[in-house]
């Protein structure tokens, strides 16, 4: 512990003093740490200290549950997946200092996802770290509509396998890398991007697997390809989400804001997603966790303080954090800034930030499209 953060440790005790003094706990508010968008919420890294984890925590909950009410709203395919983010973590049970809760495992869950991703980052980190000249890949394929993105998001994925075969037999250099399948939405246009992200070992890799890319998809430019060198923050890079869930836009005064995905959107990138890998290790293989499996019941957070008696945390939207409801104390003391907050509850009210969603009947609600 440092100096400043000792100190703030004894300004939080004084306070939680003097509030127990008052006959209630008064903590410090964890306030937005400055314009963080939704998508770097869900990039942030696993080194926060304990306690600010779980503020974290509150603040994924906290976006996550009205999104999910309004995909699960859709009645699709996934309605039912989607209301187990809404349950996710809903009550968390505090033996001591640890806290455990059930965890819904969903893509689509925030909460869920960090944690994921942190572990996706351990399995991952040390074995990039031993390549010497790692690059990263970008593989893309034209924009596509909601209609054949299902096809194109199979074709993609299978297409590079039979790049991976034919360069281990015919020229003999095998792909060794992290395949990452990622899908954003093209707010101007309406339509889709999926495409694949790797890190490969090396750049003689690299350079081969654009080659083949563009011979398979002889359609494509081969401007819209990219290698780059990577390092370490490249692998951060790689795990920190598969599809946005906000749009940067320029408005007419020349104001660059964020503004959510429309929901029928995302809905159809999560449905073109399902059963799809997101990571896939190529010419090495790890214990990575299973991407749609629940999160462990036994995983744990450790709270700040330890508690005597157990004690019972029910999330309160409302509150932005979960509560004692016997003591009305909340956990994290997690408190959004007014403008995530607008940005968040938008879910709810349904209004995307001034543009109309498009409203497209969702392919894979209905009949199953016809794989390519
Ligand atoms: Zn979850």
Known sequence: MDAVEALSERTRRAQEVAGEALGRVVRPAATEPGDRSLDTLAQLDQKDRKASRLVNRAR????????AVRLAELRGS???????????????????ARIRGKYCGTRWCLVCSAIRTAK???VYEPILKTWE??????????NCSANELFGVI??????????????????????????????????RRLDFHPHLHLIVENKAIAELVVKLWLKRFP??????????????????????????LTT??????????????????????????????????????????DEDAPIDPTDTTVAAEERPEPVLW????????????????????????????KFVEGWSSGETGGQTAPLWKNPRSGADVPDK
């Open 60 to 67: 994924r909950m906290f976006a996550t549950k009205p999104m």
């Open 78 to 96: 996934l309605e039912q997946q989607y209301r187990n983010a809404i349950y996710c973590a809903s009550r968390l049970t505090q033996e001591g």
């Open 120 to 122: 996706l980052i351990r």
């Open 133 to 142: 000249h790692p690059c990263f890949v970008t593989l893309t394929v034209p």
């Open 154 to 187: 199979k074709r993609i994925v299978e297409v590079l396998r039979l790049i991976q075969r034919s360069m281990r037999r015919t020229h003999k250099v095998p792909l060794v890398g992290v395949r990452k399948l990622e899908c954003t939405f093209n707010e």
């Open 219 to 244: 359609e494509c430019s081969p401007a819209a390809q990219d290698v780059r060198p990577t390092d370490a923050q490249g692998v951060k890079e790689l795990f920190k989400y598969f599809t946005k």
């Open 248 to 289: 940067r836009v320029t408005t007419a005064s020349g104001k660059s804001i964020s503004r959510r995905i429309p929901t029928e959107a995302l809905d159809v990138i999560f449905q073109a997603m399902v059963g799809r890998r997101v990571y896939q290790p190529m010419g090495f293989t790890v214990d990575a966790p």
């Open 314 to 341: 029910d999330w309160e939207q409302s509150v932005a954090d979960w509560v004692d409801r016997s003591t009305g104390e909340t956990l994290t003391g997690y408190v959004p800034a007014a403008e995530f907050r």
